[in-house]
């Protein structure tokens, strides 16, 4: 298996919003490569489990931090079988569901829990070798010197039929919920939704996700880094 010479090291950034594709190929991607793998979006969904159970007021941005600073999080990052703990429950589930979801944007909008996950994240990206890390804000903030950042993005419609189908949702609320957190997660004030001015952007609207993740294995060998 090769490496970075430079370095030693491999990260690999992948942003890009919901339904993209994002966990799914890096998971796979990061299986290919023998790498961890760090789903940051569930470390936000997991804060805000945190938040909702606490019962505080989510426009209460004081609070919402404390009890981000305050959870257990800790997160695996075997991309076979990563799991997500906080304050001593697994809630791989129920971070995925409906009130986390409606929810979540709002708190990682709160600078201060950005700033606390930032720093995690950049500690366990540190700790590790060989690393796909997946989000909205890696290529941009979090691991600026990835070596190599992408920027995966697909039609509304492939989005909303992705993710309604993980959900068993309705199509049409489904696409209304991924506009409202595109809208949010993009003009949320501290570390937004953006492209990484170097990244690769790739479209997955009519890509299997094999053949993303052999570009991206393409990409990576072109390196010296597959």
């Known amino acids: 298996m090769g490496q970075n010479e430079r370095t030693g090291r491999c990260v690999v950034a992948v942003d890009g919003p919901s339904g993209s594709g994002k966990s799914t190929v890096s998971r796979r ?5 023998g790498a961890r793998y760090l789903d940051t979006g569930a470390m936000y969904r997991a804060v805000t489990w945190a938040v909702l159970r606490s019962g505080v007021d989510l426009t209460d941005l004081e609070s919402v931090a404390k009890v981000a600073g305050e959870v257990d999080l800790r997160i695996g990052t075997d991309p076979q079988g990563y ?10 589930k129920e971070i995925r569901g409906p009130e986390v979801t409606a929810a979540v944007s709002a708190v990682a909008a709160v600078p201060a829990v950005r700033e606390q996950l930032v720093a995690r994240q950049r500690e366990m990206i540190t ?9 909205r804000d890696i290529g941009s903030v ?10 995966l993005t697909a039609s509304e419609s492939a989005r909303a039929q ?3 189908a993980e959900d068993a949702a309705d199509i049409a609320a489904t696409a209304a919920d991924l506009a409202r957190r595109d809208r949010l997660d993009s003009t949320r004030e501290v570390n937004p939704l953006q492209q990484a001015p170097d990244a690769v952007v790739l479209d997955t609207t009519e890509l299997g ?3 993303v993740v052999a570009r991206l294995r393409a990409l990576l060998t072109e390196r010296g880094l597959a």
């Open 162 to 164: 992705r993710r309604s």
């Open 127 to 135: 700790n590790s070798d060989r690393i796909v890390v997946e989000g």
């Open 142 to 151: 979090v691991a600026p010197d990835a070596d190599l950042k992408v920027y």
């Open 209 to 211: 996700i094999d053949e």
């Open 83 to 92: 799991g997500v703990i906080a304050d001593g429950v697994h809630v791989e």
């Open 29 to 33: 991607l990061a299986v290919s490569l």
